[in-house]
Every structure is written in C-alpha cells, then in structure tokens.
C-alpha cells in the first residue's frame, strides 16, 4: 500500500510510524524547509498517553517537559490569587504533567518515525494539485513537477488544509469561529519570572498570560474577544494583513492593559516566533472522499478554546493506521476510512463541544464582571486544595493518566519497534 501524507505535524508522523508496521510505503511531504523549533506548549491526556507509550515515547516526552509547575491567576501586580498546581494523581489544572512545546512533540515524532525504513520526508515540498481521486488510484502532482499514483492520500495539514479544499465540497466544511484571537511568541526570560502558567485577566476583554519552557525563555500569549463591531473588524482586518498590521494593532490594542504588556509589546519585533491566529474549530459532514482522508486539525481542530487539539491528532492517527491495518494488500480503503469515523466521530464530537459563553466568561469587559470571575476562581481554587489532600477524592479528578478514550486493539500495531518491516 503506497501512502500519501500532506503534513508533518502531530498527527502525520505518527500516522507513518504506525502505518510502517503494516508494511506499507509512506511518503509524507511538508511545506515548510524542516521541521519548526516554534510553537506554544501542549498537552497529552488520557488515551493519547496510551498511544505516545505504545511508540516508546513516553520518557522522551517528560524529558522535554516544560517544566511549568500549574496554573495561577494574577492580579496587576502579578500576585497570585487562585493557584492550581500540578500534582501526581491529581488533574483539575489547566497545566498538565504532560506539557510540552509543540514544536518539540513534532521533532520527537518526526525523528522516530523517520528510522522506519518505509517512511520516506520531503520537506520543501507541496502537492499542487491533485488531479485523480477515484475507486483505482488518487493521483497528484508535486510542486516540482512530478506526477505520482498512491493508494491513499491523507490530509494531515491542519486547520486550513490545503488538501481539504482541493478534494471536499465546500458545503462538506463547517468553520466555527469562537469570536476570539490568540497571538503568541517568545520573549527573553527574567529573574523575576517562574515556572507557572500565570494569567492576568485585564479590561475590556484582554488575557495576557506568561509559561515557562525548557530553554531559558518564556512563552507570552495574549487573548482577545473584540467587545464591539468596530473592534471586530479591525481584528479581522488584521489577521488578513500580516505581521506588520497585527504587531502595530497589538500594540494599540494593549498598551493599557496593565501587568507585564508593556515589556512583552517591546518584545514582539524581535521575536522569531510571532504567531497571529483567529480561533476557529473545524467540523466536517465525512472526513474522506474516495481515496483521500482527513485526520487531526485537518478534520476536526476543536480551537484552543475546547483544547486538546493534540490528543485528538494522535488517537485519530492511531485508530486510521490500525483500521488500515485490516484491510487486506489490494483492498479499498474507503472500508477503513468508514471504520475509522463510525468508531472515533462520536468522541471527538463530544470532545469539540464548548459552551458558547465559556471564551466570554473568560474574558470580562468591566471591572465588576472581572471581580465576579476573580471570585469564583479564588473559591474553586480553595475547594480543589482540599480535595486534592484527600486521596480517595483527589483520584476522581486523575483524568492524564485514565483512558479517556477505549482504543480499539490492533494486533500489527502492537509488534515491537524492532520489528517494523524494513521494505
């Protein structure tokens, strides 16, 4: 089975990894000249865990954890005021024992799929166009120029998958958008600066938040949900206008915001990571169309604002590989592609589903809805410390650990690494 996949993210070399174990040959293309050192952190949970432990990842990933002890929220003096650590056996943080730099994750599962001898990368490159996607063969031509057949071909290329709008009908793709921007880079680390997630929850719609990494810097990001239409266009405007219009509009938009903003805007030009994005969540009415399939960001980002974006990627790319797997050397793959939605759609569905006033609770626009946010934060903070001092209680919280998500079993996918075939 020669496969095809756009992408060298989360969600497509994990999907070589496992597909190497079937005996297939894969070639995975990637836009970008290398893989991107970038990236916000992110976390694991529950049966993603499973799938990183079944790759012999594990230890790797908590080697290149961020190191970020919980989550705090500050007032303007950067004082903290509700804390939620992290804690072994206990969960109920917006921090995880399982944070890692995206960038990082991608370079552990790039590099692990890449010794598979099966697995060929081409970075640099794109599939222009794809020219046949019928019951015999999905056909593509290459940005070079080369035309090639593959059995199967799989858009792993994120939220605005190119593949996506070239092989599925627009009215197939539905676009949520949260009504909420993030913007994120880098920024030289202080010996005032600590190892907790810190949000600072200002006016007018504004988060401002601080995270360590591993690396000696710190990791800013800023949120915003415009209260206004004038404020909504200049936002959307923005997003379509590049980084020159984005920083200028950052500036203006949070030079009063109060805490840090004044150092992190004074940061932002030299940044090598800035990074302007319009939350939305991805829905689709079927994820594969003949011989091409969707997987993670590509079919089904839930936005940052559900999270868990990176679990999803890694549990879809397990469960279509084993699938797959099971399907015999001459066999269709659209069997294994209905397989693959009828067992994990229901999950991720529940899993996209965000209550439409959680990003708006989140960020209050006057003082009184913030002192009312405050306050509840402070109290939940108060009632989980004294969960997590009692054990019996404190395990029902315990959700990295617990499968959150029954994985089907797949003989050929449980072989041991040193056993993927050579050819």
């Not at 005021?81 to 790039?110: H, M, N, Q, T």
């Not at 659209?334 to 994990?344: G, L, N, R």
Request: proline content about 5%.
């Amino acid at each position: 089975m020669r496969v095809l996949i756009s992408g060298a993210g989360v969600s497509g070399p994990t999907l070589a990894w496992f597909l190497a174990k079937t005996g297939a040959s894969i070639t995975v293309v990637e836009k970008r000249e290398a893989i991107l050192p970038h990236g916000q952190n992110v976390d694991l949970k529950g049966s993603a865990i499973t799938v990183i432990k079944k790759m012999g990842l594990l230890d790797r990933v908590r080697q290149s954890n961020t190191t970020e002890k919980g989550t705090q929220f500050v007032d303007s003096k950067g004082q903290p005021f509700a804390s939620f650590p992290v804690k072994d056996g206990f969960s109920a943080s917006l921090s995880s024992e399982f944070e890692i730099l995206r960038g990082d994750l991608a370079a552990i599962l790039y590099e692990t799929s890449r010794e598979c001898p099966s697995v060929k990368y081409f970075f640099g490159t794109t599939i222009k166009e794809v020219i046949l996607n019928d019951d015999k063969t999905v056909r593509v031509k290459f940005s070079h120029g080369v035309v090639e057949d593959f059995d199967l071909l799989v858009a792993a290329d994120g939220q605005s998958s190119e593949i996506r709008q070239q092989c599925f009908p627009a009215e197939c793709v539905n676009v949520i958008d949260q009504g909420m921007y993030a913007v994120y880079w880098t920024v030289p680390r202080l010996s005032s600066d600590n190892d907790w997630w810190n949000i600072y929850i200002a006016l007018r719609s504004r988060i401002i938040t601080l995270r360590p990494d591993p690396y000696g810097t710190i990791r800013a990001m800023f949120t915003r949900m415009p209260c206004n239409r004038d404020e909504e266009m200049a936002w959307l405007e923005a997003s379509k206008n590049g980084k020159q219009a984005q920083q200028e509009l950052l500036k203006e938009d949070f030079a009063d915001a109060g805490w840090q903003s004044h150092r992190l805007l004074n940061e932002i030009e030299g940044a090598p990571d800035f990074y302007f994005q319009v939350l939305q969540q991805i829905q689709m009415s079927k994820w594969s169309n003949a011989r091409v399939v969707c997987i993670g960001n590509a079919a089904y980002a839930p936005s940052p604002v559900a999270g868990g974006g990176t679990s999803l990627a890694i549990i879809g790319a397990y469960i279509l590989a084993g699938e797959l797997s099971k399907i015999n050397r001459n066999g269709h793959p659209s069997k294994a592609f209905e397989a693959y939605e009828t067992i994990y759609r229901p999950f991720v569905e529940e899993e996209q589903k965000v209550p439409a006033f959680v990003p708006k609770i989140a960020h209050p626009e006057t003082g009184w809805h913030r002192w009312l946010l405050h306050s509840g934060l402070w109290v939940l903070s108060k009632g989980l410390s004294k969960l997590a001092a009692v054990p019996r209680l404190g395990n029902n919280f315990d959700q990295n650990s617990r499968d959150n998500f029954p994985l089907p079993y797949y003989p050929t996918l449980d072989i041991k690494a040193s056993q993927i075939p050579t050819s």
